[in-house]
């Protein structure tokens, strides 16, 4: 069983949609979760860091962290096709080493 | 400011030769990586560089050789291709090495080993 787990997609939603991106895990260790967006032939961008349980918004995106369930989630509002990529979710602890595991990713199509 | 630049962006290898990924920041980041991404697999650490003078294995560095030539470049050396290292090679830095120090990628080399 991987560490973190993510569903690959593809998934495809109509413009204005509100997207929901899952990952779950299975080390109750990680404190520290993230989500990078990665465009086609890109290398990946960090979209949004979170720490511990809770919300953080910024702008259209909502990032999520339940760690009772070991599971976080990335909300996109209002989504455009400007938001079409594959969005992996990422996690790490202090005691691990500072090692940051990645999920596989899933892709997001967004059309007109 | 260009962040962080990967050379060549793409590459063709015959099994058994040898090639040498580059790799250089430019925000003065103390800690550099080398990841490999892989359809179903996601990224995988190769090896990394805490910081200047000092490099460690990842998950996967068999097959694999670094250099943290300064605090600037470090490079990715493949001293006998095999057909298993094709792949998207990705670089990265980070101001440290730990959690809250998010990581910068670079836009990667496709290599295909034949």
């Known amino acids: 069983q991987k560490e973190v787990e993510q569903d690959p997609g593809p998934l495809s939603v109509p413009e204005g949609a509100i997207v929901s991106l899952n990952c779950t895990y299975s080390?109750?260790?990680?404190?520290?979760f993230m989500w990078y967006r990665q465009y086609s032939r890109k290398g990946p961008e960090l979209l949004m860091y979170t720490y511990s349980s809770g919300n953080k918004e910024d702008g259209r995106f909502t990032a999520q962290v339940d760690k009772s369930s070991k599971y976080i989630s990335l909300f996109i509002r209002d989504s455009q096709p400007s938001d079409s990529a594959t969005y992996l979710c990422?996690?790490?602890?202090?005691?691990?080493?500072?090692?940051?595991?990645f999920g596989t990713g899933t892709q997001l199509k967004v059309e007109l | 400011n260009a962040g962080v630049t990967q050379t060549p962006k793409f590459q063709v290898l015959k099994t058994g030769q040898s090639m040498t990924l580059q790799c250089a920041q430019d925000m003065n980041h103390n800690s550099m990586y080398w990841y490999r991404q892989d359809p179903g697999m996601g990224l995988r650490l190769i090896y990394y560089?805490?910081?200047?003078?000092?490099?460690d294995k990842g998950e996967v560095p068999n097959g694999y050789n670094v250099s943290r030539l300064n605090k600037r470049e470090f490079s990715l050396r493949l001293e006998s291709a095999a057909p298993s290292q094709t792949s998207v090679y990705f670089c990265a830095s980070s101001e440290v090495r730990g959690g809250t120090s998010p990581l910068h990628f670079g836009n990667g080399t496709r290599l295909t080993v034949t």
């Open positions: 990422a996690m790490i602890y202090t005691g691990g080493g500072n090692k940051l595991t």
């Open positions: 560089s805490a910081s200047e003078g000092t490099t």
């Open positions: 080390n109750s260790a990680f404190q520290y």
